[in-house]
């Protein structure tokens, strides 16, 4: 049974950073192409970024792509989401996601199969 588990989320300050890490766990981490996602309050889950198996492929939402990097690395069977200079409008669960297609860098959430629980990141003013 695949698993992800996200962490590193919490209340920042506009301006700040965080990382989030995403480690999987069940299964080969190179097997799966990787997301992220996320939820702001009272809206529909978004995409944010994605990588494929390698790393070789990224993928960005346009409005995100200069303040975010996502990367993986494969020793450690973790991904993560490097944020900077954080807004209020960031404020949301962030989720990460896996899917099966190794290559694929999909922006809608049915491309994944598999998901972990979110960690929440609050960007106060």
């Known amino acids: 049974q695949v698993q992800l588990a996200e962490s590193g989320g919490g209340p920042v300050q506009a301006g700040g950073s965080l990382r989030l890490p995403c480690v999987v766990s069940g299964g080969d981490f190179s097997d799966y192409g990787v997301g992220w996602f996320r939820q702001p309050p009272g809206n529909e889950r978004e995409f944010v970024a994605a990588?494929?198996?390698?790393?070789?492929?990224?993928r960005y939402d346009s409005s995100m792509k200069a303040r975010f990097t996502i990367s993986r690395d494969n020793t450690k069977s973790t991904a993560y989401l490097q944020m900077t200079s954080l807004k209020p409008e960031d404020t949301a669960v962030y989720y990460c996601?896996?899917?099966?297609?190794?290559?694929?860098?999909?922006?809608?959430?049915?491309?994944?199969?598999?998901w972990g629980q979110g960690t929440q990141v609050t960007v106060s003013s």
């Open positions: 990588i494929s198996w390698h790393g070789s492929v990224t």
């Open positions: 996601a896996a899917t099966t297609i190794i290559q694929r860098v999909g922006v809608r959430p049915q491309e994944y199969d598999y």
